[in-house]
């Protein structure tokens, strides 16, 4: 750790950048191509934040935090691969191909066709199993107002998408079987709780924009080597200072007191170890309740920083299964009907996977809000028990390894009203900053929101926007 002391030592530092995550390292990275000097301030280790793994010492596999994917129209964080100079460490398919399951394995497959979007996904959705014919008409014409809502209107932002989807004439089954099965793994709850226009976005950017658009990526090795190492060693080439393994505690104003609506400017980061690090301007990169944390009480007491107090957190969990043969022959497959949401056979997805007889699964459960509290041996049997209903082959198979991983703060919550309380990158303290996905990108928690936050944090820093 190479935190300078409180000697002026830190006076070079243009901007502090605090936390590692994919939202401090693009804003790092689109500071340093502006030509400003940077310090990378992060709590751990190692950089990447919420997209980490680290290696099972028994298989010597990757094991990621939890399965992380991309979509076509993530064009924000391609690019961002692309200036790692990491783009061929992501698999991208050149057209949607999902497998759905329901849970007696009747399998139904959505498939991009050659047809123009937004008609590209239709023949396959034709024949979509796990909707009747009456369901399918009615929910073309959902997706079809989908397609034509202005979901920036503001009722949009005060309902649920349940509550939309059931005004457009939506049937539970439609609603459970096609509109969550696109919602909940992308917003990480169920479309009873989001808000009608981030279900929108995704049915609008996710599905119907371009024949791409719903193309699924992943990495092809763990999280780590696929995004936290590369970005180590390219900011440390382009001369950033890196301070890893170092909380900041706290952040110092000016003057103690805030008065008004504008307050102090920062002077400087105290660490955990006591130390100081200074810059003339500083970006939080961290989550929601991290900065709340490192406010001091006369700033958290802005209203900015009050509205960020209401954002709420919702949990995932992953299940990683290895079994002694193979189980599962798809890459990866989403179901119907089933506790099961997706599954991810790590031994096709990574390229570092042994060729060993045996098989290693991700059972991936989003908006785990009611297995969150469960135990992991409890959640083990439980799931172990699903895959068996619906994989013949797991029935005869012996699992040979269970890792649980349960992430109780992975992604904040876009519940109605929520896109409200997500602050722009311009804070009412001067020379402070906000990036991280949860501030205002119009995105919901993803790797592409937290790119895009990063690069509107560098942008502001750069123009000097206040709030
Ligand atoms: C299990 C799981 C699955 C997910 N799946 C997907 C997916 O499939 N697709 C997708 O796009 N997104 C997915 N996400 C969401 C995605 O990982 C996040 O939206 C994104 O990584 C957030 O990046 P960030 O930089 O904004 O925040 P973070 O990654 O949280 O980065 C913040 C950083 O700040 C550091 N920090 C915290 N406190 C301090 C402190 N006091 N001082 C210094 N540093 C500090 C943290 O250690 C962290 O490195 C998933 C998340 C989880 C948890």
Redesign the pocket.
């Known amino acids: 750790m190479d935190a300078g002391l409180d000697t002026g030592l830190d006076a070079g530092a243009e901007v502090v950048i605090?936390?590692?995550?994919?939202?401090?390292i693009a804003a790092a990275l689109a500071l340093l191509d502006a030509g400003r000097r940077v310090t990378l301030?992060?709590?751990?280790q190692f950089l990447g934040?919420?997209?980490f793994s680290f290696t099972d010492a028994a298989t010597g596999q990757p094991v990621d935090?939890?399965?992380?994917?991309?979509v076509g129209c993530c064009d924000h964080f391609i690019r961002f691969l692309e200036r790692l100079g990491i783009r061929e460490r992501w698999h991208l398919q050149s057209g949607l191909r999902l497998s759905v399951f329901d849970r007696q394995g009747k399998a139904g497959l959505l498939a991009a066709s050659r047809l123009p979007a937004p008609c590209h996904l239709l023949p396959s959705f034709l024949a979509y199993p796990h909707l009747n014919a009456r369901d399918k008409a009615r929910a073309l014409f959902g997706l079809a107002q989908a397609r034509f809502t202005n979901r920036h209107h503001p009722h949009l932002e005060r309902i649920t998408f349940y509550q939309w989807l059931k005004e457009k004439g939506q049937s539970e089954r439609a609603i459970q079987n096609l509109w969550n099965l696109l919602v909940e793994p992308t917003l990480n709850d169920h479309v009873r709780d989001v808000s009608a226009a981030m279900g929108l976005m995704i049915v609008q950017d996710g599905m119907l924009q371009g024949r791409h658009s719903a193309d699924l990526g992943y990495p092809r090795d763990g999280l780590l080597p696929s995004i936290g190492a590369p970005a180590r060693k390219l900011l440390t080439a382009r001369g950033a200072r890196l301070i890893l393994g170092s909380?900041?505690r706290r952040l110092l104003l000016e003057s103690d007191s805030v008065a008004g609506p504008v307050a102090g400017s920062v002077t400087a980061i105290e660490l955990a170890s006591g130390e100081t690090v200074r810059g003339q301007e500083y970006v939080s990169?961290?989550?929601f309740n991290?900065l709340l944390s490192?406010l001091p009480p006369e700033a958290a007491a802005l209203p900015l920083f009050q509205d960020i107090r209401r954002l709420e957190w919702s949990p995932?969990v992953?299940i990683h299964l290895w079994y002694d043969r193979p189980v599962m022959a798809e890459e990866f497959c989403a179901f119907v009907d089933s506790p099961l949401q997706w599954v991810f056979n790590k031994s096709r997805l990574l390229e570092s996977a042994t060729a060993g007889g045996g098989q290693c699964l991700t059972v991936s459960l989003s908006a785990a809000a009611d297995y969150i509290d469960q135990s992991r041996e409890e959640l083990a049997r439980r799931f172990i028990a699903e895959m068996a209903e619906v994989f013949p082959a797991a029935r005869a198979a012996q699992v040979e390894r269970v890792i649980v991983v349960k992430?109780r703060e992975?992604?904040f919550r876009c519940l109605p009203g929520a896109n409200a309380l997500r602050p722009g990158p311009g804070t009412p303290i001067p020379n402070l900053f906000l990036a991280?996905?949860w501030t205002n990108t119009g995105w919901p928690?993803?790797?592409?929101?937290?790119v895009r936050?990063g690069y509107n944090a560098a942008q502001a820093v750069i123009q000097g926007q206040r709030q």
């Open positions: 605090l936390g590692g995550g994919l939202a401090g301030v992060e709590a751990r934040g919420r997209a935090n939890g399965q992380h994917v991309i909380p900041a990169a961290l989550p991290a490192i995932i992953n992430q992975a992604t991280g996905e928690s993803t790797m592409e929101g937290a936050s």
